[in-house]
């Protein structure tokens, strides 16, 4: 099956910093999304990004599909932001089976 | 609002005991879906659903059983549950834009079970 690779694993920033976080897939998707769970363990949709680039106020997105990664930018964090970042892939071959990272640790301290 | 609702939140139950757990969700999506997630290993899907009438199995599928008699509603069934089945369920569900493509996940907000 489709194996996915977040980096970091774990990430401790400032408030206000910015930073990256990567996301490689050893397949060609149809299907990629970022997800956002914060610490009381809610799971929150970020973005649906199998292709391009998206942005939805400080957080933003870039899918470069032909070379199998995504990237999940957070820029002036706030320690609303800390919590696991997962990113979750789909393949044609393997159709309604989400492959899901194991996900970046997040923390951002005031 | 619609929203996707898990019940109960939490459970605490004996090994060989039945459990079912509820998934609604009222934004008429086609598809749902059950993970579990563990430490360790991530979310890993049980059992998912395109349709009423309609059921798979998932990487982890073994002990666990689902129905979706309408569009609303995917229970997840422990028939005997171990302890090994310890964990956090999450539902989700999602409304299929073609071709190859479960579409954008919504999740709810998890059932945390304990099998003593």
């Known amino acids: 099956g489709i194996q996915v690779e977040q980096s970091p694993p774990d990430l401790i920033l400032q408030e206000g910093a910015n930073s990256t976080l990567r996301c490689n897939f050893s397949d060609s998707v149809n299907n990629l999304q970022w997800f956002h769970q914060n610490p009381w363990g809610q799971l929150i949709n970020l973005f649906y990004i199998p292709s391009g680039t998206k942005q939805n106020g400080r957080l933003s997105a870039t899918t470069v599909a032909t070379e199998r990664y995504s990237l999940l930018y957070i820029s002036s964090s706030q320690t609303t932001d800390s919590g696991v970042y997962f990113c979750a892939v789909e393949d044609a071959d393997s159709w309604g089976k989400l492959q899901f990272g194991a996900g970046t640790q997040v923390v951002v301290t005031p | 609002d619609a929203e996707i609702t898990q019940s109960p939140r939490h459970k605490i139950t004996e090994t060989g005991r039945q459990v079912t757990l509820a998934c609604h969700q009222t934004w008429n999506h086609n598809n749902m879906f059950w993970y579990r997630q563990d430490l360790g290993h991530g979310l890993r899907l049980i059992h998912y659903?395109?349709?009423?009438?309609?059921?798979n199995k998932g990487e982890v599928s073994d002990g666990y059983s689902v129905s979706r008699s309408n569009t609303e509603d995917l229970p997840l069934t422990l028939e005997s549950a171990a302890s090994s089945q310890t964990s956090v369920y999450f539902c989700?569900?999602?409304?299929?834009?073609?071709?190859?493509?479960?579409?954008?996940?919504?999740f709810g907000e998890g059932s945390r079970l304990t099998v003593l």
């Open positions: 659903s395109y349709g009423v009438q309609d059921t």
């Open positions: 989700a569900s999602s409304i299929q834009p073609g071709g190859y493509n479960t579409g954008e996940l919504f």
